[in-house]
Nanobody
Framework: QVQLVESGGGLVQAGGSLRVSCEVS????????MAWFRQVPGKEREVVGT????????DYIDSVKGRFTISKDNNRNMGTLQMNSLKPEDTAVYYC????????????????WGQGTQVTVSS
């Protein structure tokens, strides 16, 4: 049974930092790309960024470039989203997702999802 379990969300003031982790089990993590998505109530889920199977290649949406960092540790079966210089508009539920093969930005490309963790940035 494949499981992705996020942890580390919470409340932070604008300008602060948070780290969200995604522990993966039930699949050979080194064969999978990972993505982070976020969703605000009433809006569509959007991609934040992706990382390839090895963790060497990452891709981010423009609004988080230079502030967010995605990493992947295949030895620990763990993916991480480090968020710095947070802004109120980063407030959302954050999800990790995994897919075999190359990373993609499209939601429909991902089969395995975490349950989501709330990140709230106060102004």
């Amino acid at each position: 049974q494949v499981q992705l379990v996020e942890s580390g969300g919470g409340l932070v003031q604008a300008g602060g930092s948070l780290r969200v982790s995604c522990e993966v089990s039930g699949l050979l993590f080194s064969n999978y790309a990972m993505a982070w998505f976020r969703q605000v109530p009433g809006k569509e889920r959007e991609v934040v960024g992706t990382v390839n199977w090895s963790g060497a290649n990452t891709d981010y949406i423009d609004s988080v470039k230079g502030r967010f960092t995605i990493s992947k540790d295949n030895n620990r079966n763990m993916g991480t989203l480090q968020m710095n210089s947070l802004k109120p508009e980063d407030t959302a539920v954050y999800y990790c997702a995994a897919r075999a093969g190359a990373p993609k930005r499209e939601i429909s490309e991902y089969v395995f999802w975490g349950q989501g963790t709330q990140v709230t940035v106060s102004s």
